[in-house]
């Protein structure tokens, strides 16, 4: 007896769990072309085949899920998650509008909406987008740490280091495992002068992410302002190291 496109998909969510994303690619294929108007199922092999790398396929399963409902959120926040990978913000804004505009609650949506605003230099959209999402996630996603962390980018960038500091380390509080939440908390400090204080938080993002090259590096320059030149010249080479494998990070 043949599997159903759902049995078909339920082992191709088996091998995404497993991190087997070719296989898991093939299987939702074949499950689409069982179902070919199956929204979640064509959702899912878009989603995959952008993880491996096949991204105008993936545009086009994403593009089918919403030829069958074009009011599907999850597509449309899909397609603009991907627009803003491949650098079309202009197409991830519009997609990621469109997903709020369906779903005023996305805070997922409006705090993409607001990186991507950023991106465009639309500092006014941006703010208003990140501030939504801030709203929505205060109470009822105590878990959501990037709409936090985010914002406190977009005011580091714009020598706002207070404001820059109390975001980054409510983005900490809320998920004290995240490298890069530790790494701008420090960085905000840098900024603030308040070097002792910065150092447990970049050691921390350090520690978290040994190959976090921009921790590394302001972790070395605020060793080397504090007199500490040999744990400067010690993460300045832990630097080098992670530099060529990583490239450079938000």
Same mark, same amino acid.
Request: include cysteine; glycine fraction near 4%.
């Given at each position: ?15 995404? +769990?497993?991190?087997?994303? %070719?296989?898991?690619? /093939? *299987?939702? %294929? /074949? ?16 989603? #995959? ?24 959120? =999850?597509?449309?926040?899909?397609? @603009? ?18 997903? #709020? ?9 409006? !705090?993409?909406? @607001? ?9 006014? =959209? ?10 929505? #996630?205060?109470? =009822?996603?105590?878990? $959501? !740490? ?9 005011? &580091?960038?714009?020598?706002? $280091? %207070?404001?820059?500091?109390? &975001? ?5 509080? /809320?998920?004290? @495992?995240?490298? /890069? ?8 400090? #840098?900024?603030? !002068? ?7 938080? &970049? *050691? ?12 590394? $590096? ?8 504090? @007199?500490?030149?040999? *744990?400067?010249?010690?993460?300045? +080479? ?13």
């Amino acid at each position: 007896m043949a599997a159903s496109c759902a049995e078909i998909a339920e082992g191709a969510q088996r091998a995404f +769990e497993a991190r087997q994303f %070719e296989l898991a690619a /093939r *299987e939702f %294929e /074949r499950a689409s072309s069982e179902c070919p108007t199956h929204t979640g199922i064509l959702l899912a092999l878009g989603q #995959v085949l952008y993880l491996t790398g096949k991204e105008i396929e993936a545009e086009a399963a994403i593009g089918k899920a919403l030829s069958v409902d074009s009011n599907n959120v =999850d597509a449309r926040y899909a397609l @603009g998650r991907i627009y803003y990978q491949q650098k079309r913000y202009l197409e991830a804004a519009n997609a990621l509008q469109k997903t #709020v505009e369906l779903d005023p609650k996305h805070y997922k949506a409006w !705090d993409n909406l @607001g990186v991507t605003y950023d991106a465009l230099n639309q500092d006014s =959209d941006a703010l208003r987008s990140f501030f939504k999402a801030l709203d929505l #996630v205060m109470k =009822d996603h105590p878990d $959501y !740490d990037w709409a936090h962390a985010n914002l406190a980018d977009f005011f &580091l960038r714009r020598n706002e $280091y %207070e404001k820059a500091f109390q &975001l980054a380390a409510e983005a900490a509080r /809320r998920n004290p @495992g995240a490298a /890069r939440n530790c790494f701008l908390t420090g960085k905000a400090l #840098v900024k603030l !002068d308040k070097h002792e204080l910065s150092l447990r938080w &970049l *050691e921390r993002a350090a520690e978290l992410d040994p190959n976090y090259p921009e921790a590394l $590096y302001l972790l070395a320059q605020t060793y080397r302002k504090l @007199g500490k030149e040999q *744990e400067s010249a010690k993460a300045l +080479e832990r630097f080098r190291e992670a530099s060529k494998s990583r490239p450079e990070r938000r």
